[in-house]
Every structure is written in C-alpha cells, then in structure tokens.
C-alpha cells in the first residue's frame, strides 16, 4: 500500500504560478499527476516514470513541469503561466507497475494509488 499526500493548491491570477507537492509512504516506479475539472472526466497532466523522461499532456506542456526526489518520496509540480482552464482537483498518482507509466499508457490512469487531490483555482 501506499499512501499519497497532495499540497501546494491554493488560487492565483491567471499567469501565476504555483507548485504542487505529492508526498509518498514509499517510492513507487512511477508517479504522475491528474486533474478533473467541475463537469468533466480527469485528465492526464504529467508523469515521470522512475527510468526515462517525463510524459506531459499537450494542454500543459512548456507551461509544467514535473519532478521527483526519489530521496524524499516526492513529487512535484511546478505550474507556470496558469489559465483560467488549468483550474481543477489535482491528483497525485503511484504504481510500481513498469506498463501503466510508458508513454502511450499513462494518461489512461490505470494508477493503483490515489491521493485525495488539492484544488487549484485560476482566476481571470
């Protein structure tokens, strides 16, 4: 089992930035963040795979960055230049299977483990 702690949301003007942090029980092979908008499905944002690079979703990418300090069991991420529509649940994400975090899967998020989300609201 692992558990997931989710903090860092809070609300900003558009343009602002912000950075999540996802704090883990144990390091897992892979790690990814989603967010889920009012009225809509959750989406894959990033992931960041213990061996390889990060995966990003075309709506963030050169705008998110997402980290992780397997030292410390955590993962971040750093959101810049923020939109209106960026506002959503942010969900931190674990699994230590190799398959759910390859780059044609992980947005499906087929994830094991689940933070409880923190709220991110951007503002116009």
């Known amino acids: 089992q692992v558990q997931l702690v989710e903090s860092g949301g809070g609300s900003v003007q558009a343009g602002g930035s912000l950075r999540l942090s996802c704090s883990a029980s144990?390091?897992?092979?892979?790690m990814a963040w989603f967010r889920q908008a009012t009225g809509k499905e959750r989406e894959g944002v990033a992931s960041?795979?213990?061996?390889?690079?990060?995966n990003y979703a075309r709506a963030v990418g050169g705008r998110f960055t997402i980290s992780r300090d397997n030292g410390n069991n955590t993962l971040y991420l750093q959101m810049s230049d923020l939109k209106p529509e960026d506002t959503a649940v942010y969900f931190c994400?674990?699994?230590?299977?190799?398959?759910?975090?390859?780059?044609?899967?992980?947005?499906?998020?087929?994830?094991?483990?689940w933070g409880q989300g923190t709220q991110v609201t951007v503002s116009s």
């Open positions: 994400a674990a699994d230590f299977r190799v398959w759910v975090c390859t780059s044609a899967s992980w947005s499906r998020g087929e994830f094991e483990f």
């Open positions: 144990r390091n897992t092979y892979c």
């Open positions: 960041f795979p213990t061996a390889g690079g990060p």
